[in-house]
Structures are given as C-alpha cells and as structure tokens.
C-alpha cells in the first residue's frame, strides 16, 4: 500500500504554501549521523504531527548511504518528469518547503530542482511505495524539468532505437490521450501544408469548425443514447472515445491544453460544484 505524506497535514489549508506553515518548523540535523528532522513549535498538535513525520521517516527503507530513489510525477498528466535521489533531510525539506528536494551524489548536498533555472516542481503530494524504499513527488512543473530543455527526462524510446528509429532520442514518454494529443497536434501543424489527395479525418475536422461542431453534438449525444437505451457498456466506453477525441481536436483549434482542463478538474476537487458554477466568469 503507497503512504501518502498530505495524510499528516490534513489540518492544514489546502492552499498553503507548504505542508507545514515555516513559522512554526524547521529541518534540523541531530547527532545521530545522516539524520534529519521537521521540528514544530511547541504545543501538543505540532508535537503529535512532528512524531509521525519522524515516524514515517523512520519507517523508509534507506540503503547503506542512507538514500531512497525519488521520482517527480506530473500531478495532471501522470507524466514522469525525472528520477534522483532523496536522504532523510531532501525530504523533509520537501515536506516543509513543498518544491521537490532531492541530494546529489556527486556533490553530496541537497539541491532543489529549479533553485537555478527556477522551473520548479511544486508538490502537491509525496507518496512512498509498498516496501518503502522509493518515494514519489507528486506535483506540478514551474516549466520544462530535463536540463536539455524538454519536458521531462524520458524522451528516449528504447524499442524505437532497437527498430533504428532515427527519432529514437525525441520521443517523449507519453501516456494514450497524451499520444492522441500530440498526433492531433502533428495534424494541425500539417493542415497548413496544400495536400494532395483525400485529408485525413482530423485534418478535415480541424479546417472545419461547422463540422467538428457538429460531430461533438451528434457523438454527445450518441454517448447519452448508451444510457438511455441501456446499451452494452462496451458502447459506452466507444462513444465515450468518440466524444474525447472530436473534443480534443476542438482543445487544439483553441490552443487549449489537455493537462489545462485536467488542472481544472484538479482544482475543482474540494469546491462544491453548485459553489464553483456560481463563481464562473461570465
């Protein structure tokens, strides 16, 4: 079962900079070598909170360098970003500073990935996996995360280079709607290129706003027929696939990215729906 860090920080806002308010903690060394720990002011909350933070750190399993891998993960697209190297106190600044921490093996310090190209990863949540021995920063990136300018660090198709595919090194890993989001997005660079011959549907759709219009309306509704007419559900989850792709190709025409709506699905999650309908912009 992943352990989820957020857990202990339930009492605190949402919308916190942190997962624990800097006035009233800080990371501090203890004797014991390679130790590190979140000290709280003193009451009976904050003291209760620190002895399960200490707890958990406690519990991971570090290997003989006192280290555990750490991996940052896209909060919205699920995207792996890159993969380091946490030690107690990489963690523990994370847990205070909310911006993923990790410690160079090379230089044997801490270093806060963005501290000098301020592309930042704010998390959001850290989770440890069932032995407890790798973590995860969930969150979200300030800009690109791999140091050669791309998105994240996995670009790097092994299959493909085995295939000797000459686009092997520019491939980011993406997940099936990041795919179909990047193959629309070839599409619309394309549909600006005279093309001989029968174009392909998405371009088609994407150099016809009356028609993708419509092809959203008729598979919406084809969607809601799954429902009313009691259809199997292999039909809903096809009519399904329809609408999210002819909406998708609608993002695109409108330069709207898919992890933008996700981000708004994200923020919607403790807001009542009534309460967020209501503060719409008009």
């Given amino acids: 079962m992943a352990v989820s860090y957020n857990a202990l920080a339930q009492c605190l806002q949402a919308k916190s900079s942190c997962f624990i308010p800097k006035a009233f903690c800080c990371v501090r060394d203890t004797k014991q070598r390679g130790r590190s720990t979140v000290v709280f002011a003193s009451n009976d909350k904050n003291t209760a909170l620190q002895a399960k ?41 994370t847990i205070t500073s909310r911006k993923a921490t990790f410690f160079s093996r090379s230089r044997s310090t801490l270093w806060t990935k963005g501290e000098t190209s ?20 969930l969150g979200t990136p300030d800009g690109p995360t791999c140091h050669t300018g791309a998105e994240t660090c996995y670009y790097t198709s092994v299959f493909d280079q085995l295939n000797n595919d000459e686009a092997s090194g520019d491939k980011l890993a993406l997940t099936t709607v990041y795919s179909l989001e990047s193959i629309i997005s070839k599409r619309k660079e394309e549909s600006s290129v005279p093309q001989e011959g029968k174009p392909s549907w998405t371009r088609r759709l994407l150099t016809d706003d009356a028609l993708l219009c419509s092809k959203i309306r008729e598979e919406a509704d084809e969607l809601c027929r799954t429902l009313e007419d009691k259809e199997d559900v292999s039909r809903t989850a096809s009519e399904m696939a329809d609408v999210l792709y002819h909406s998708m190709v609608l993002l695109s025409k409108r330069d709207v990215k898919f992890e933008d709506v996700l981000e708004v699905l994200r923020k919607r999650f403790s807001q009542s729906g009534i309460e967020e309908k209501q503060n719409r912009t008009k």
């Fill in 53 to 93: 933070v200490d707890n958990l750190l406690d519990r991971i399993k570090w290997d003989d360098k006192g280290l555990a891998v750490a991996i940052a993960q896209n909060v919205d697209t699920g995207a792996v970003l890159m993969q380091g190297f946490a030690n107690r106190q990489a963690l523990s600044t």
């Fill in 118 to 137: 301020n592309n930042f990863i704010n998390v959001l949540d850290v989770y440890l996996d069932c032995d407890r021995d790798s973590i995860i920063y």
